[in-house]
């Protein structure tokens, strides 16, 4: 139900945007959110966006330098991403609930996930 693309290397510093296509209506999902896991780490939430009033939710780590935002039209829910780290280096996935209505970036609360892409950032 969701599909990511945009992933790819970059060098410290650079910005790269992840594109998250969904299979229906924004409306459709409650809540949207991107995660990323890194090599030995769990997966954790980045970003995550309520689809009704467009409110988010960001990780610390992230704050001031990634920005989700959804296109209603297309329907998809991009994370722009600038300033990356090598600590960024992650496999980035997508993911959006059918039925809980308050922001969280929780991952049990998502039920639709993508395969994932991978975003690598080089010293």
């Known amino acids: 139900q969701v599909a990511e693309s945009g992933g790819g290397w970059v060098q410290s510093g650079g910005s790269l945007r992840l594109s998250c296509t969904l299979s229906?209506?924004?409306?459709?999902?409650?809540?949207v959110g991107w995660f990323r896991q890194a090599p030995g780490k769990e997966r954790e939430g980045v970003s995550c966006?309520?689809?009704?009033?467009?409110?988010?939710w960001y990780a610390d780590s992230v704050k001031g330098r990634f920005t989700l935002s959804l296109d209603n039209e297309n329907p998809t829910a991009y994370l722009e991403m600038n300033e990356l780290k090598p600590e960024d280096t992650a496999d980035y996935s997508c993911?959006?609930?059918?039925?809980?209505?308050?922001?969280?970036?929780?991952?049990?609360?998502?039920?639709?996930w993508g395969q994932g892409t991978q975003v690598t950032v080089s010293s």
């Open positions: 229906r209506f924004t409306s459709d999902y409650p809540i």
């Open positions: 993911a959006a609930s059918l039925d809980r209505q308050d922001l969280t970036c929780d991952r049990i609360s998502y039920h639709a």
């Open positions: 966006i309520k689809t009704r009033d467009n409110s988010t």
